[in-house]
């Protein structure tokens, strides 16, 4: 009540007195009175979302299949060559030994670098090889591969370009004819899912003789299909419509020539990304700012491309960063999923792709990928790609001659602040921040990683539209992973952001059980030194882990969440005390496990002084715990049965209770009791419909009623 109230409240006491009123009022003395409502949204059940982050079917490419016709020391019939020419295969120069050894040399060294993105995958070699030797490979590796993905990769420098009937060459035995290898067979031997690469002058001509032939397949397959309906016979429908291609270059274009480059340009920028954006940067005029560096001086660069702290690593981490932004923003969704989240060898060549787009553009050569994507050689993200080389290479020459220690690049911490300023004034309306997959990235690193949770859970808070892009997007096994971090620091971010995440998308709580990510909200919650904000958020996934789901019951049940969750009631943070019980709600709602374990903590005893709690959402999770656990139990005993009418009479005094919100839930947790008791209550209601037709319509009490059917479990 405000001072002004107040005051008239004491003038019309005062005149009331005069009157010789004492305690007396009239309306006109009277303070105005006003009532708000604390729920003014429609209370509903929880809305559930279909989840669209999430990969229908996980893939992986098991096998890769390397064919390599090059015939060293012999030039393809229909190409003339420049001289000088382009020369190196697979950084190799293959005239600098004999024939078969320089052949031998480069198909290893071919396996090494796709090694490098799928070690485990299973690889075969064939070299110079006839039809019968690829036909062998193919349908061997997909005998094996069974459902999962089989890679083919071609290099056809050493023969003819592929013809317009959809043919590659290969070779006869003697080596004295080239022989046509029909797609149509290779596709037949490779099934499906496949993916295929091909590095050869007018490659676009094998991926458009590879659609016509998929279209007629699936045509053959539909005929058969109609012919066999009376036949009881079922043909396997594979749709090769789905298989990716990648092509060095357009149906009517020739691979470059220039001696500086790597004859396998192509496959150089598929597979060593690093190496060839390096190479092809310095052989560019003007866009350098330190111009003494040479070809042979970039190959010195030190360090691994798996260890970010060295120069190589944080290169090949940046250019993962760039081309996942590139990609993220400049595709639909759903392809960025398809191509970037499914298949970690797939991912890898279609973000390699993206920068043989660019280097094979400026020499007039367009790579041809199906499913098509859109331009991406002009993308702004390439300037920060360009500069980041830039400041590596003006430490090079230092580096190398000890003068001085590398200096870390500073993309990361600029993209966060570019992703900050988004923040200060995103919203839905507004185009999505184009960082939000380099933030992906700098949770991989320690430096950088408390800012960037920091502000992911500042994008996260801005609504369910935020939280389902940032898992579109892949942030999900990371911030999975730092689950097992043990740093105290990182510990209210992380609880926020899976709060966060759990609130749009339940379905995690099974991800988080399986990795035994509910031990670090455990943990959370029984840290006293935690603020109670924190520990609410913990309670609150711990009760979306719990919710509907057995797995993550049990789970929880070993942790001792049902003590930790008692043992806080008393909490003076009200919201605390509220998501407490509705955590115990939730744990042991069709649980008998779990409300045994209650029973043991009598649970039900230290629930009831909530029932009188100041703060009525804290009295109404109360009841809606007490609810669910006297109406889960199959094993009705004695005991069972007393414990539970316990409840029910404490329950009564909640009928009179001031919020609707309250009384709501006491209505719901009744229920439990009268399907417990359904034939008991079926025949009280009946005596009471017969005392009421004998008394000619006198009634009883609504508590009254209450209490006669709670008796009945006497």
Known sequence: ????????????????????????????????????????????????????????????????????????????????????????????????????????????????????????????????????????????????????????????????????????????????????????????????????????????IIVDSFKQFAMQREQEMELASMNSRGTGNIFPQQSYKNCIQLASCAAKQILPMNPDLPADLFTSCLTTPIRIALRWFVLQDGRKLVPNITLDLIDKIPGQLNDRRTVLGELNWIFTAITDTIAWNTLPRELFQKLFRQDLVVASLFRNFLLAERIMRSYDCTPISSPKLPPTHQHPMWQAWDMALDICLSQLSGILNGAEIYRHSLFFAEQLTAFQVWLSHGSQMRSPPEQLPIVLQVLLSQVHRLRALELLGRFLDLGPWAVSLALSVGIFPYVLKLLQSSARELRPLLVFIWAKILAVDTTCQADLVKDNGHKYFLSVLSDSCMPAEHR?????????????????????????????????????????????????????????????????????????????????????????????????????????????????????????????????????????????????????????LEEERLRDGSSISHSGIVFLFVFILL
């Open 536 to 688: 609410t958020m913990a309670a609150f996934v711990l009760t979306m882990i719990v919710s509907s789901y057995p797995a993550g019951q049990e789970a929880v049940l070993q942790g001792n969440l049902i003590s930790l969750c008692l043992e806080q009631l008393s909490d003076q943070h009200a919201l605390l005390r509220q998501w407490l019980c509705i955590c115990l709600g939730r744990i042991w709602y069709d649980c008998d496990m779990a409300r045994g374990y209650g029973v043991r903590d009598n649970a039900h005893i230290k629930l009831n002084p909530l029932l009188t709690d100041e703060v009525p959402e804290v009295r109404a999770a109360a009841v809606y715990a007490l609810g669910t656990f006297m109406s889960n139990t199959t094993d009705r005993t004695d005991h069972a049965n007393a414990i539970d009418h316990g409840i029910a009479m404490q329950l009564i005094n909640c009928i009179q209770d001031g919020s609707p919100l309250v009384r709501k839930e006491l209505i719901v947790a009744y229920q439990g009791i009268v399907f417990q008791f359904e034939n008991q209550f079926a025949v009280v209601a009946a005596q009471m």
């Open 1 to 204: 009540m405000t001072g002004e109230s107040l005051a008239v409240l004491e003038k019309g006491l005062d005149a009331a007195e005069e009157n010789n009123e004492p305690g007396e009022l009239y309306d006109w003395q009277l303070p105005l009175a006003f009532m708000q409502k604390r729920h003014v949204e429609r209370i509903k059940g929880l809305e559930v979302e279909t989840e669209k982050w999430r990969m229908k079917e996980r893939m992986k490419t098991v096998s890769v299949a390397l064919v390599l016709c090059l015939n060293v020391g012999v030039d393809p019939p229909d190409i003339v060559k420049t001289q000088p020419c382009a020369r190196l295969e697979c950084w190799i120069d293959p005239l600098s030994q004999p024939a078969q050894k320089a052949l031998e040399s480069i198909g290893a060294n071919l396996q090494r670098q796709y090694e490098r993105w799928q070690a485990r995958a299973r690889y075969k070699l064939c070299l110079d090889p006839t039809v019968e030797e690829v036909k062998k490979l193919c349908t061997s590796l997909r005998r094996n591969a069974k459902e999962e993905r089989v890679l083919f990769h071609y290099n056809g420098h050493g023969v003819p370009k592929p013809t317009v009937n959809g043919e590659i060459w290969v070779f006869n035995k003697s080596f004295t004819q080239y022989i046509p290898l029909s797609v149509y067979d290779l596709q037949q031997w490779m099934g499906t899912p496949s993916i295929y690469v091909y590095d050869c002058s007018c490659a676009g």
